[in-house]
């Protein structure tokens, strides 16, 4: 077995300003659920982004089982101003919150400070220290890592305490309406296109489907909190564009053979692209209109297969990859 070792980044080369890159990336539903994963935050979902409180505004307010919880964002080390302002966000609002204070370096006496401000305040606040990673492997995509230092005493046994209420398959609320939502479209696709799926249904809000060459996937996705749906060519390890430069240069013939336009993101901050479709303001956990979802997501992966399966086999990706 081959190894490596893991490269540390520095998180500005990802997200370079806080409030405009890095804070609207986490709000994303697939990146916040990262972090509620790390702080064992149940059915954590974003509400809002700069959401005011006083003459402040809290860079990331959401909502858990058991109340707010509210995120403030630092790519540099912790500061006393940023500490000001958590303690004057809990103060403007008046209910059960749960702090979480992210920063590329936590120093010791804002760690002893959230440590202090568990033990003085009562169960209804709950605060959290988060130092936030940016890591690769050679030339793998970047990959954050959100890494508890600081939080309540009595976490660990809360944790287990709600696990054991959600029930024995430790899905979520949001997970089983995912896992539900997928299951059943698996259903209406070994209907129609018997023999295409190749994995389970998940439990998160995408599931990638072979296009026949490895690091090119067709994904389908879901928002439940936003209420839309879309389905995509992902590509993987595309850090300098030039795989979706190259298709480019055929988007016209590309769409026309897709029979619409499609939208070509560059997704740097992953060291990947993709190229998609969505369909917005409709909500897939409305069980009245899967029927007409599960139909648009498979005439989306057939105009996929035939837009862009033969063009990708072709790609020669070691010419791509040695071009300026």
């Known amino acids: 077995m081959q190894l490596n070792h893991l490269k540390r980044l520095n998180p500005r080369t990802a997200w370079q300003n806080e409030a405009t890159d890095f804070t609207p990336w986490l ?24 959401h005011s409180i006083g003459s402040f505004s809290a860079d990331i307010l959401a909502r858990d089982r058991d109340g707010r919880v509210l995120v403030e964002n630092q790519l540099e080390q ?16 008046e209910e059960p919150t749960k702090v979480v204070w992210i920063s590329t370096r936590i120093r010791e006496e804002h760690r002893a400070a959230i440590d202090w401000l568990n033990e003085q305040t009562g169960e209804d606040y709950s605060f959290f220290a988060v130092e936030l990673e940016l890591v690769q492997i050679e030339k793998s995509p970047a990959a ?16 287990a305490r709600k696990s054991k209420n959600i029930n024995n398959a430790a899905l979520s609320e949001r997970q089983g309406k995912y896992l539900e939502y997928w299951t059943a479209f698996a259903a209406a696709l070994d209907e129609k296109l018997p023999g295409l799926r190749g994995s389970n249904p998940p439990s998160n809000h995408w599931w990638p489907f072979p ?58 901050e992953r060291k990947g692209s993709r190229v998609a479709v969505r369909w917005e303001n409709i909500d897939p956990f409305d069980r009245n209109q899967w029927p007409e979802i599960f139909d648009w997501y498979i005439d989306s992966m057939e105009s996929f297969r035939r837009a862009f399966a033969e063009r ?8 791509l990859s040695g071009s300026d």
């Open 312 to 319: 990708i086999r072709k790609l020669d990706l070691e010419a």
């Open 27 to 50: 709000a994303r539903e697939e990146n916040f659920s990262a972090l509620a994963d790390a702080l064992h935050l149940f059915e954590a979902e974003v509400e809002t982004t700069e």
């Open 211 to 268: 296009i026949g060459r490895s690091g090119f996937h067709i994904t389908l996705t879901a928002g439940g909190r936003d209420r839309w749906v879309g389905a995509e060519v992902y590509i993987q390890n595309d850090p300098e564009q030039k795989v979706i430069d190259a298709l480019m240069q055929n988007k016209s013939a590309i769409e026309t053979d897709y029979r619409a336009d499609l939208r070509w993101e560059r997704l740097e």
């Open 78 to 93: 912790t500061d006393h101003t940023h500490l000001g302002q958590i303690i004057t966000y809990v103060a403007g609002l």
């Open 144 to 159: 954050p890592l959100f890494h508890v230092v600081a939080k309540p005493n009595h976490w660990s046994r809360h944790v």
